[in-house]
C-alpha cells in the first residue's frame, strides 16, 4: 500500500533541496516581487535576502541587458507562462556571468500564485560560442580574398585555353571554377551565421517587383544546371518591401536544393502568387524527401536531414540561414514533404517591415 506524505512535509524537503542545490532559485509573488531566493543565489550575489528581495535583485543585471530581460519577464507574466532568458548577472566578485533562466508560473489548481525560477551560470559556454563566432568571421575574411583571385585567374585561364581550342584542358578548369565556386558559396554561409549570432546580418531594403527577382533567379540557375528543367509558372507580378539580394539568396538557396536532393528527377518547378497580404512562392522537387521525424529540426543550425553516405554536399548552415533572413522580413519559410515530392514555400509580406506607404 502507497503511504501518502503530508503535504507539509513535501514543502519542508523542497525547501530543502532548494538551500543545497548548485543552481540559483527565486520565488515571486503574484505582483512580480521576488520574495525568495535560495543559497546559491545569495552566494553567487554575495547578498542578504533582504538586499535581494522586491526589485533588489535587479540592481544585479547588466545595464544593457535590463530593458530585455525585464520584458521578457512582464511578457511572460502577463500571459501566465513558461519562459526561457539569457542575461548578465554581477557577481559578487564585480565580474558579471551569464546566466540562463526558466521560469514557469505557480499554479494551485487554477490559482496563480506567483513565478518560481532557476538559473545556472552559462558563462563559459557562452564565452566559448563568441570565440568560435570570432574565429568563423576572422576564418570565413580572410578566405575570401585569396578565392575571388583564383576565381579570376581561373576564368582567365579557361578563355585562353578555349581561345587555343584546347578543350580537355579547358573543362578541367571549368571544374576548378566551380568548386571555387562552392567553397565561396560556403564561405558566404559561415559568414552569415556569424553575423546572424552577433546580430549584425544587416538587411537593405527597397521596394523591386518580387516576381521578377524569382522569374530571373529562375533563368540563372537553369544556365547552370543542366540536369534539371526548372519551369517556372510566375504570377502577376508585385513590389515588396524588401533586401533583393538576402531574398534572391533565399530562393537560389530553396532551388538549389531541389536540385541537388533529386539527382534521380529533371525538373523543378518554381510557382508565386499574390494575395492581399504578399506573395508566396514555391519551390517543389521529386526527390529524396524529408522524414516526419526529421522535419521540426530542419531549419535548425548545422542540422542535416541527410545522411553522410547519400554523399550530398552541404553543411547544413542554407535553410537556418534561409529563415533568418525570412524572419527579418517577417515573411514565412515553410515545407511540405514525402518520398518524391517536396515543397518549400516562402511568403514574403507586401509592407514587411513598415516600408513607406506605396500606392500601386
Ligand atoms: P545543406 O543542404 O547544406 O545540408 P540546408 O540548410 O540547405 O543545408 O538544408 C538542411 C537539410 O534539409 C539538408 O541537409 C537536407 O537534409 C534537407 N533538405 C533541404 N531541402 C531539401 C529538399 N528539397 N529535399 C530533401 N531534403 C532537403
Known sequence: MIKTVPRQHIHEN?????????????IADTEKNRYYFNKAWLDFRGKTLEEECGDGWLAGIHPEDLRRS???????????IAYKKEFRLLRKDGTYRWILTHGAPILNDTRF?????????INYRVEQEQQKDEFMAIASHELKTPLTSIRIYTELLYQNLFHDQNMETAQMVLKIGNQVDRLTWLIKEMLDVTRISTGSLKM????????AL????AEEMQSTVESHRIQACIQPHVQVWGDKDRLR???VNLVSNAIKYSPEAKQVDIGAWTDADGVTVSVHDRGIGIPDTLKSKIFDRFFRATTQDNNFP?????????????????????????PGDT??????????????????
Not at 70 to 80: C, D, G, W
Not at 343 to 360: D, E, H, M
Open 70 to 80: 525585464v520584458h521578457i519577464f512582464e511578457e511572460a507574466f502577463s500571459k501566465r
Open 204 to 211: 537593405t531594403y527597397e521596394y523591386f517587383d518580387f516576381s
Open 343 to 360: 515543397t518549400f514555400f516562402l511568403f514574403i509580406p507586401i509592407r514587411s517591415v513598415g516600408g513607406p506607404v506605396k500606392r500601386y
Open 113 to 121: 500564485e506567483g513565478y518560481i525560477g532557476s538559473c545556472m551560470d
Open 214 to 217: 524569382a522569374e530571373e533567379v
Open 314 to 338: 552541404g553543411i547544413g548552415l542554407g535553410l537556418y540561414i534561409c529563415s533568418e533572413i525570412t524572419r527579418h522580413h517577417k515573411g514565412r519559410i515553410w515545407f511540405e514533404s514525402k
Open 14 to 26: 523542497f525547501k530543502l533541496m532548494a538551500e543545497n542545490a548548485p543552481v540559483m532559485i527565486w
Open 249 to 251: 539568396q533565399v530562393l
